[in-house]
């Protein structure tokens, strides 16, 4: 049985110094190297969360500008690769940027959006829980250590404003951008009604 719930999209985070401490290449191969399966499967190849989703390290705490790449080319190496299956994918229709996602196994109930100043879509979870709740906000400090994230820039024809995200099972993904209204459709339906007027 399929259960399908929609998540809140929250635009009011006003957390300050958030994902100030950068993910470093060199800090996420320590992180992967002590074998830990669920970091494996939180990070590793093929993970919405990956640093290296992309072909090359990003961290994936810092905005990419995911919607001016189609998924087919900048997925092909990792879909190329036999041993992994890629997770993620997205697409745009006339209508909506959607992004498709498997969730890590673990934190399913702490995933949340964000969307940041109407320009970032940030899609964030706990995947381990914290020592000391609420003494200090781990998005802070060394986030890997706790929690995931994937930030996002939003086109700019994106209306952050009516993002919807959809969660399937607790597993599975979805988010649905809307495409703004073209507007020079309607100011050149104006701009003849004016000339036949005169």
């Known amino acids: 049985m399929t259960s399908c719930r929609q998540l809140e999209v929250r635009s009011e985070d006003q957390t ?55 998924s087919d ?4 190496k990792l879909r190329s690769s036999s041993s992994t299956q890629s997770s993620v994918d997205w697409l745009q229709t006339d209508s909506d940027y959607v992004l498709k996602a498997d969730l890590p196994g673990v934190g399913k109930g ?9 320009k970032v879509v940030v899609i964030t979870g706990l995947w381990k829980q914290l020592k000391e709740p609420k003494t200090k906000d781990w998005r802070t400090g060394h986030w890997w250590e706790h929690g995931y994230v994937r930030r996002l820039e939003l086109p700019e024809n994106a209306d952050w404003r009516k993002i919807e995200a959809y969660l399937s099972n607790d597993v599975f993904l979805e988010v649905k951008i809307p495409k703004k209204p073209l507007e020079c459709d309607n100011a050149q339906g ?9």
């Open 16 to 70: 300050p110094q958030k994902w100030c401490v950068p993910l470093t290449e060199d800090v996420f191969g320590k992180l992967m190297s002590k074998g830990s399966p669920t970091v494996q499967t939180v990070f590793g190849d093929g993970s919405l969360f990956s640093p290296w989703l992309f072909g090359k390290f990003f961290d994936p705490s810092d905005a990419f500008p995911l919607w001016d790449f189609e």
């Open 110 to 118: 702490s995933v949340q959006v964000f969307v940041e100043h109407g």
């Open 73 to 76: 080319v900048l997925l092909s």
């Open 190 to 198: 104006r701009a003849g009604e004016i000339e036949e007027t005169e």
